[in-house]
């Protein structure tokens, strides 16, 4: 035999070792358990096949079959599927605790640095730590309101620049002015300078980075689900993790070690910023279990998070009024009266800007932040509506499906935001009909930022510009890319025609 013989003889026995290690972990005798409705599994990949290349509608479409509360076996991992407000209630909020965890996922770990940041790490002391630094050092109503400035400040930037560019009726690069605003304000807000000024190569880099981190976290990568051959990384996703995970490491050193070297002496900073407390609370023992690692992975976490769910609903939202335009004309009505057109909307203004908050609403609603949230997993078995759900079970909660669910939403696929005109129903994680920031201990921990940046950012573009398509005849295309995050596919260009007089811009 000659050597390609035995190399493809070796190969088949490779694979045929794999083949039978999968198929004894998927159909391994268990004790009988009362598992909820399932579809049926295919040999190896069990229900991988159902995903499709946009999962959330996928499992949508097979949660009409097969009901609200699913399972599914994922590769070797079970999984169970929640597409419905009550049902995930009883998860998020009954067996909070038992679903606070996290599924080791490649990505994950990662871009993470092996599970460190606030939003990968497993449920237990290292995540409270963080969690409590974040909100104690970012998200406090004292921290809001010393930063105040800075998102007022990017927000009329993005204005002017957007008034600059929309001579002769042409286009505006809308989705380009977006992310510039949401990134600078999480770049001066955690790092307390603007690392990534719009147009700068490396606030380029930084954006292709954070596409690519969200994009792979939310891939079917077949390592993830069959861990017998993730090394042999069949789709090339670890090849491409760790390139970007490299450049972003590149970014992190620099601004770790420029924080490293400031002399506070001569610093004319006028407080310190998140990267500076990171290292204070490591040198000063008080979490002495912080590595520079366990930094950069929490500092990663705050500017991708920060960055890509702000504009991501911003630019959704914008879309979904171009398309509307009756939206569009009851909230200029409103930001006329309460506003005026002789100043600039401020931030103190968002809380009487009643119709802008429907419409936000409307938008999470339509277009979550997250389709599935952030992956759970369970630390325990327990029974949940009956059903056994055992331990290390991953949980998804299709929050794109419960946003459209026919039985809680009248027309649920028009976009509407009149329905929340007179209904208490919050985004903060206690209505869980509409949870795009998740709930429970795992919510998002930037919840107030996040609504304050997605309201200030579009009453600023509505009170500036009337916007209307390129062409009267030209259909929007709302088509979406699959990730963590869930973006536009085909970034939004717009035609702004001013509406305010020039000497505020």
């Known amino acids: 035999m000659d050597i390609s013989g035995y190399a493809a003889s070796a190969l088949g026995l490779v694979l045929l070792f794999i083949l039978s290690k999968s198929v004894l972990v998927l159909y391994q005798p268990q004790k009988k358990l009362n598992l909820p409705p399932s579809p049926p599994a295919w040999p190896f990949v069990g229900h991988l096949h159902l995903l499709g290349k946009l999962p959330h509608q996928s499992l949508t479409q097979v949660a009409q079959k097969y009901g609200p509360l699913m399972f599914l076996r994922l590769g070797s991992v079970p999984t169970v599927v929640v597409s419905n407000g009550a049902i995930g209630r009883e998860f998020l909020k009954t067996y909070d605790q038992v679903f606070a965890s996290r599924p080791k996922m490649m990505a994950a770990k990662i871009f993470s640095y092996n599970y460190q940041g606030v939003a990968w790490s497993e449920y237990g002391p290292y995540w ?25 400040e990017e927000a ?56 690519e981190y969200f994009h792979l976290i939310g891939v079917t990568n077949l390592g993830d689900f069959n861990p017998y051959i993730g090394w042999l990384d069949i789709q090339g996703y670890q090849k491409r993790m760790k390139a970007a995970k490299k450049r972003m490491d590149s970014i992190m050193d620099r601004i770790i070690q420029e924080h490293q070297e400031k002399n506070p002496e001569v610093s004319t900073d006028a407080s310190p910023d998140f990267v500076d407390v990171l290292l204070s609370t490591r040198s000063n023992g008080h979490y002495q279990h912080l590595s520079i690692d366990n930094i950069k992975a929490v500092v990663v976490d705050m500017l991708a998070a920060g960055t890509d769910t702000s504009a991501a609903t911003i630019e959704w939202a914008l879309s979904e009024i171009l398309i509307n335009p009756w939206v569009q004309e009851k909230a200029k009505e409103e930001l006329d009266h309460v506003v005026g057109r002789e100043r600039k909307v401020e931030e103190a203004d968002l809380p009487q800007l009643k119709y802008l908050q429907c419409v936000v609403k409307e938008t999470f609603r339509l277009h979550p932040v997250a389709p599935f949230l952030v992956p759970h997993e369970s630390t325990q078995a327990v029974q949940v509506t009956d059903y056994d759900i055992p331990a290390k079970t991953r949980l998804l909660v299709n929050a794109w499906a419960m946003g459209r669910d026919p039985s809680t939403w009248e027309k649920a696929l028009e976009f509407s935001p009149e329905r929340f005109l007179n209904s208490n129903i919050d985004v903060r994680g206690h209505d869980f009909e509409l949870i795009p920031f998740g709930s429970g201990r795992r919510a998002c921990p930037g919840i107030s930022l996040g609504l304050t940046l997605v309201q200030l950012g579009l009453a600023v573009l509505l009170q500036s510009f009337e916007w209307s398509l390129p062409s009267s005849h030209e259909n929007l295309d709302m088509s979406e890319v699959f990730g963590l995050t869930l973006p536009k596919a085909v970034p939004l260009r717009s035609i702004a025609t001013p509406r305010l007089p020039h000497h505020l811009y």
């Open 128 to 152: 409270r730590d963080v969690r409590k630094i974040c909100q104690s050092e970012l998200f406090t109503p004292a921290r809001m309101e010393a930063s105040k400035h800075i998102r007022t």
């Open 156 to 211: 009329y930037y993005m204005a002017k620049y957007i008034w600059d560019s929309c001579e002769g009726n042409n286009a505006v690069d809308v989705h380009s002015q977006i992310y510039g605003f949401s990134r600078c304000i999480i770049a001066r807000m955690v790092l307390n300078r603007n690392y990534f000024s719009s147009n700068s190569k490396e606030a380029l880099n930084f954006k292709e980075i954070v596409n």
